[in-house]
């Protein structure tokens, strides 16, 4: 490990676990029924998030995918209004028109959408504008590794590289595209196509913040130079909540009896039907969806928490990082309960 | 006659239509989760998962039916279509014209659709109008069960591309993946009688383009599909016991439309509310104004319940922005009647 500042260390902790909290706090909310709709989380993201947000400066663009939460919280976005946007109240950052998954600020040139791979478009829009103004400002386009299969992805990386445009590509992959392994649904290895378009690339763990943040501190200030030049990191890491809250895979390991119990019965009633396909063929095709099960828990490990792994790393600072844990907290949880306090006097959201 | 839910339906109709021709099969993402039924009993060849690129699976959908096949393919939400909107804008609409009609497209796209359960504007609109624009493609919206199953053949049968949209009200796998996930204390306001029904032991296709009449009035006609349908039926027990008796014709196709229907109708009652959840601009409600316009020669009375707005995530904005049965019962009663 490289030596970073304590001071660095201390704000990558705070920007990661007030997101942390933010999202849990999001979590309870949705569990007791305040938010409708979806809910996709970046828990699990944060040190992605975190070492990339360092090194941005006020005028540089962000455009996320549909986990916004932890970009719009890091950027420093009123948390008030953040939370009351996601809670869908009229008083929130858009007015309750947006939610968790349409979240926009103008005045940080902060963009989100659930259509999947429409970061990259946008951030080279961004990033054009820099250029064409003349700025040093870049772009940043955060986005799933299931995007990589998006045309308009691939498009922006050819656009970004044919037009030399600061755009730090920022794929966060977990492998899973909801239900979905994406090394099944891939053909070839990302980063070779990314180096296909003359795009330097590069992987590393995105579970560990003081990775990303290395990664990234060398790469920015070469895109703000006169080059202009895109970037691209692939950032591992892991979703504990899957693709969103309620993931129907994850219900199998959270609430077995009842998930099975649903199942099993449609599913052993069409294997068994006298027309369809040959009996082998529909032996593998329920196997392979078992194991697609199985393989699932992997997503419930802790073992790629980028918290608990920046802990462990840091046992120096534990005093501190108690510190912070508990100042955010209670930061926090007043907020909640002014906002709550707001919507229960006004009967409905 | 058995009992079904609405996604129960459509998956008993497709394993029937699945076991009669071996050309049928399914292209999309996530299919081994979301068919997971149809995948056991079929195998992976008739039910292939995709990766997220609708433009490339919907294009080859194209082609796939080009080459004689019957290809369902699904866009999971029919918002989602707009990164495919080529392959059906500029190629499944245009191969029959263009070959002088030699060449043909029997493709099905499969999609979710619709509001009403707080997923915001990107994942809750309907836009078959806007779909329903392009000649060479018919659109499909079934409003329950027994529908929902009978249509779906009509689409797979066709021998041109057919776009099936289902409510993700009225289909609860999607309500739940999408709106609940798995919670039990929220709640939807989900029709009934939509949601759940009688439907045929056997499925069969209907007539493409037939409307069907719910309930014969002679007041005042209704012209609605999908959920709506069911805000109709509300909004005309209400009209009953104020003297007004209600005709609702569910169109279940937007494209080709049942224009006898709606005028039989007009010229009876002369008064005609569309209730459409897809945009009121240039879409579903105007086209049905130019109709009645073209074709009726006395005087009608004319009103729309439609979505004008971009879809708000918060619930009660959404639930007023959608069509309901105030906002219907407000539109009849500001007609005069005589």
């Not at chain 1, 705070?14 to 999202?23: D, G, K, N, V």
């Not at chain 1, 068994?272 to 529909?282: H, T």
């Not at chain 2, 066709?158 to 919670?183: N, S």
Request: proline share 4%; glycine share 8%; charged share 20%.
């Amino acid at each position: 490990m490289i030596f970073m500042k304590e001071r660095t260390l201390l704000k990558l902790y705070e920007l990661m676990y007030r997101s942390r909290f933010m999202e849990e706090t999001i979590t309870r909310l949705w569990n007791d029924g305040h938010i409708y709709g979806e809910m996709h989380l970046g828990i699990g993201e944060e040190a992605i998030i975190a070492g990339v947000l360092s090194h941005l400066i006020p005028g540089d663009a962000i455009a996320t995918d549909h986990r916004g939460t932890p970009p719009f919280v890091m950027r420093g976005v009123d948390l008030e209004a953040l939370l009351l946007e996601i809670l869908g109240h009229p008083k929130g950052l858009c007015l309750g028109m947006g939610g968790h998954m349409h979240l926009f600020s103008q005045e940080l040139l902060l963009t989100s959408s659930g259509i999947v791979g429409s970061s990259g478009p946008s951030a080279v829009g961004f990033a054009l504008a820099a250029k064409y103004r003349k700025t040093n400002n870049i772009a940043v386009a955060f986005f799933g590794e299931g995007s990589m299969n998006q045309g308009m992805l691939l498009e922006s990386l050819n656009l970004a590289a044919a037009m030399s445009l600061p755009v730090l590509f920022v794929c966060k992959d977990n492998n899973w595209a909801i239900t979905t392994q994406s090394s099944e649904v891939t053909g070839g290895v990302l980063l070779d196509r990314v180096r296909g378009f003359g795009i330097e690339a590069r992987e590393i763990d995105g579970s560990d913040v003081t990775t990303v943040w290395q990664a990234v501190e060398t790469a920015i200030p070469r895109m703000r130079k006169s080059t202009k030049s895109p970037y691209f990191i692939q950032a591992n890491c892991t979703h504990n909540e899957g693709h969103f809250l309620g993931d129907p895979l994850l219900r199998f390991h959270r609430a077995p009896r009842k998930e099975f119990g649903a199942v099993t019965g449609p599913l052993m009633k069409s294997v068994l039907q006298y027309k369809g396909g040959r009996i082998d063929k529909r032996i593998r095709s329920v196997t392979k969806v078992l194991s697609l099960i199985a393989k699932s828990r992997m997503q419930l490990s802790d073992s790629k928490d980028p918290l608990l792994r920046f802990e462990k790393d840091n046992r120096d600072l534990e005093d501190q990082f108690t510190q912070i844990k508990s100042s955010i907290q209670s930061e926090t949880n007043l907020l909640v309960e002014r906002i709550m306090g707001i919507i229960q006097e006004e009967g409905v959201l | 006659m058995r009992t079904m839910e609405f996604a129960e339906a459509i998956e008993s109709a497709l394993k029937q239509a699945m076991s009669e021709n071996p050309d049928i099969f399914l292209l999309g993402e996530d299919l081994h989760t979301l068919r997971v039924n149809l995948l056991a009993q079929f195998g992976k060849e008739r039910v292939q998962s995709t990766p997220i690129s609708e433009s490339a699976f919907l294009g080859a959908g194209v082609s796939a039916a080009m080459a004689g096949l019957r290809p369902i393919v699904e866009i999971m939400l029919v918002d989602f279509i707009g990164v495919a909107a080529d392959a059906l804008l500029n190629h499944a609409a245009k191969v029959h014209a263009f070959s002088g009609g030699k060449w043909s497209v029997p493709l099905v796209v499969r999609a979710s659709c619709g509001g009403g359960y707080g997923d915001g504007g990107q994942h809750e609109q309907s836009l078959w109008g806007w779909l329903a624009h392009i000649p060479g493609i018919n659109v499909v919206v079934p409003s329950n069960p027994a529908d929902a199953g009978n249509l779906l053949l009509s689409a797979i049968e066709a021998d041109h591309p057919v776009i099936y949209l289902e409510h993700k009200l009225l289909a609860d796998y999607w309500l739940d993946y999408m709106g609940t996930g798995g919670r039990e204390n929220v709640t939807f306001d989900i029709p009934e009688a939509g949601a759940k029904g009688e439907v045929p032991n056997k499925w069969q296709p209907l007539p493409i383009g037939e409307a069907k009449i719910l309930r014969e009035g002679s007041d005042l006609t209704m012209i609605s599909l999908g959920v709506s349908v069911h805000r109709c039926i509300e909004a005309a027990a209400i009209l009953t016991n104020e003297d007004i008796s209600t005709e609702i014709i569910d169109l279940r196709w937007v494209s080709p439309l049942d224009t006898s229907c709606i005028i039989n109708s007009v010229s009876k009652t002369h008064r005609v509310i569309v209730v459409d959840e897809d945009y009121l601009r240039f879409g579903l409600s105007g086209e049905i104004a130019a109709i009645v316009a073209e074709e009726i020669n006395s005087k009608f009375q004319f009103g729309r319940v439609c979505t004008d707005f971009t879809i708000p995530f918060n619930r009660n904005l959404e639930d007023n922005i959608l069509p309901n049965v105030n906002r219907i019962l407000d539109v009849a009663r500001a007609f005069t009647y005589e």
